[in-house]
């Protein structure tokens, strides 16, 4: 059964791309299972905004499988493209790399120390592996392998016959001033992920004196891309070429060569004619006019085929890429993203926003609040008063047709999890002594139950928290600042450690913190905002900095509930004086 009722106001996208996808597969393809496609160049770290390229025909997919079809998402490697630049920040790659520009992904090497066989494959098993935890069932295609086995043989050889076709659609786009951009990058760091893979502003073929060629051959000798078609025969197949790298020639039958591919704007539709495909959004670099997915809707039809379904996806952000940057010098990936959230965040990051919309994804403070609104929605969900197309989206992210996705069994809050990470510093035994203090009446067996969520949050605190925010809990009291108080602040201590030992669980804290300041202006501990003058929160702010002062040395810290029960009520004392 579909996630929510068909044709609703209260339709989540997913839902309506499924409609049509499904009445369009059964108007092309009765009977056949829906064809939905995704394309991936592994050229480099494949990036949190390609991402979306998988996501997109992922949820669709999914969808569809609910309510009983059969279907098939097709990943497209695109490792078979040439390799078009040495990418910064990938390790062990230097400019001496350049000499294999040119030449198929699947010819060039892997990185340095990388298992391996070569550059394709290294950067397609991070991707797999990411999209295994993140529940994304699909069929893996080799363009290496698709046209070195000469699958694509008759496909190339129509492409030839019919060449003069393909080039009169292309001329139609030559001429054109490029168009302008459709939309801004979210940040300026993500002007290296709307770059893509490049292929959006690939050659569309040579056109030189002896005519217009959809296909390149790799060279037979230094193995690169850079040739030129000389000559063609249709009824022969017989093609010539010459390489402008390092001047080899030779001629080739093209009925039994396989070591060269259609260009871009050829092959793309010539595959969506091939599989079948029904589906395939596109990125900004492929659907502004004029480039590759317009025109492939004209080409597809010399392959016999339709254009698929598909809508333009917008960038996706990141919170806090900058800092990001400067160290790995390149764009996060999915893998990076998963080192310090569940996959459900990650999902629901891109079910809850359609296609067309941008958004970021937090590597910064910002991680602590989506983890904030992703549990509030989780409770709304659970007692029924979550929107629809919330209840859409939270139920996407959680799992798939398959089941549910593997959980936290206890989800404490991020945040507070990250804080206690943060003050026991890998001190296993110390984080289940705090955490099974948070709440008395259910304490925490093992940190188990609160995992895979603590081992995020952990790993959020060590690789993405700088050095001078980390949490240091004082040694000794500051005993000059103790001495300096007046006799407001004195009492505000003293009440505190007053109702420690009666408060000490999460709860009991918070209360208490934030009551301290109330009891001292002649107000109740449960005295509600609208019950409180607006100084109440200056008298607040003031307290806190106070306790971060004489705790941490700071004015600021993780949230003091969590602090005070990391600290321990013995040296809390000790640290405010008692």
């Known amino acids: ?140 295609i080799s363009q290496t392998q698709q046209y070195t086995s000469g699958a694509y043989r008759e496909q190339i050889l129509h492409a030839m016959r019919h060449r003069n076709d393909i080039d009169a659609i292309l001329a139609q786009y030559r001429t054109k001033k490029a168009p302008k951009k459709q939309q801004k990058p979210v940040d300026a760091a ?48 017989e093609l010539a070429y010459t390489c402008t790298a390092c001047g080899f020639a030779e001629t080739v039958r093209l009925s039994e060569f396989n070591r060269g ?10 595959r969506w004619a091939y599989e079948g495909v029904i589906f395939e959004p596109s990125g900004v670099d492929h659907s502004s006019p004029g480039s590759s997915f317009q025109v492939g809707g004209q080409i597809v039809g ?43 965040l990650l999902r629901w990051l891109y079910a809850r926003r359609k296609p067309n919309q941008s958004f970021k994804i937090a590597f910064d403070q910002e991680i ?13 969900v659970a007692d029924g008063s979550a929107l629809p197309g919330d209840v859409a989206a939270y139920t996407r992210a959680v799992g798939t047709a398959a089941g549910e996705l593997p959980k936290t069994p206890r989800p404490l809050p991020y945040r507070t999890l990250a804080s206690v990470a943060d003050i026991t510093a890998g001190h296993e035994d110390q984080a289940l002594r705090i955490l099974s203090e948070l709440d008395p009446e259910q304490p925490l067996a093992s940190l188990d139950e609160v995992r895979p969520r603590y081992d995020r949050a952990e790993a959020w605190i060590n690789t993405h928290v700088p050095a001078d925010q980390r949490t240091i809990v004082r040694d000794e009291p500051d005993v000059d600042l103790l001495k300096s108080l007046d006799e407001a602040s004195q009492q505000s201590l003293r009440l505190l450690l007053d ?47 106070l306790l971060y002062h004489l705790l941490v ?26």
């Not at 591919?261 to 010539?270: I, N, Q, S």
């Open 1 to 140: 059964m579909p996630i929510v009722a068909q044709s609703t106001e209260t339709t989540d996208w997913v839902s309506r791309f499924a409609d049509e996808v499904i009445e369009e597969s059964e108007r092309r393809a009765p009977g056949k299972p829906v064809v939905v496609a995704s394309g991936l160049s592994p050229s480099g770290p494949i990036h949190l905004g390609n991402l979306r390229e998988v996501m997109t025909p992922h949820l669709v997919a999914d969808e569809v499988r609910r309510r009983g079809h059969q279907v098939r998402h097709l990943i497209s490697w695109d490792d078979y493209d040439r390799y078009r630049k040495v990418p910064a920040g990938v390790a062990g790659i230097d400019e001496s790399w350049a000499e294999h520009i040119g030449k198929p992904l699947t010819s060039v090497p892997a990185p340095k120390g990388s298992p391996h066989p070569n550059w394709a494959e290294h950067f397609k098993a991070a991707m797999i592996e990411s999209l295994a935890q993140l529940g994304v069932e699909f069929d893996g």
């Open 261 to 270: 591919k259609l260009v871009w704007k050829v092959d793309w539709p010539m």
């Open 302 to 344: 010399i392959f016999g085929g339709q254009q698929p379904i598909g809508p333009m996806y917008a960038f996706v952000g990141i919170s806090g890429m900058a800092k990001m940057s400067s160290s790995r010098g390149g764009v996060p990936t999915p893998a990076d993203a998963l080192k310090i959230m569940e996959p459900q």
């Open 368 to 380: 602590q609040r989506l983890y904030d609104e992703w549990d509030k929605l989780a409770a709304k």
């Open 553 to 578: 040395g700071r004015d600021t810290g993780p949230r003091l509930p969590t602090l005070l029960l990391a600290v321990g009520q013995e040296r809390v004392r000790r640290l405010l004086g008692e």
């Open 190 to 237: 993500e002007l290296e992920a709307e770059e893509g893979s490049g292929a959006a502003s690939e050659d569309d073929g040579s056109s030189g004196s002896a005519g217009y060629f959809p296909y390149k051959p790799y060279c037979g000798d230094c193995g690169k891309d850079l040739t030129t078609v000389t000559s063609y025969d249709d009824d022969s197949t």
């Open 499 to 545: 109702g420690l030992a009666d408060h000490w669980s999460l709860d009991g804290l918070t209360h208490l913190v934030y009551g301290v300041p109330k009891v001292q202006a002649g107000f109740a501990a449960d005295a509600t905002p609208k019950e409180l003058p607006p100084e109440i929160k200056t008298a607040q702010r003031t307290f806190f900095a």
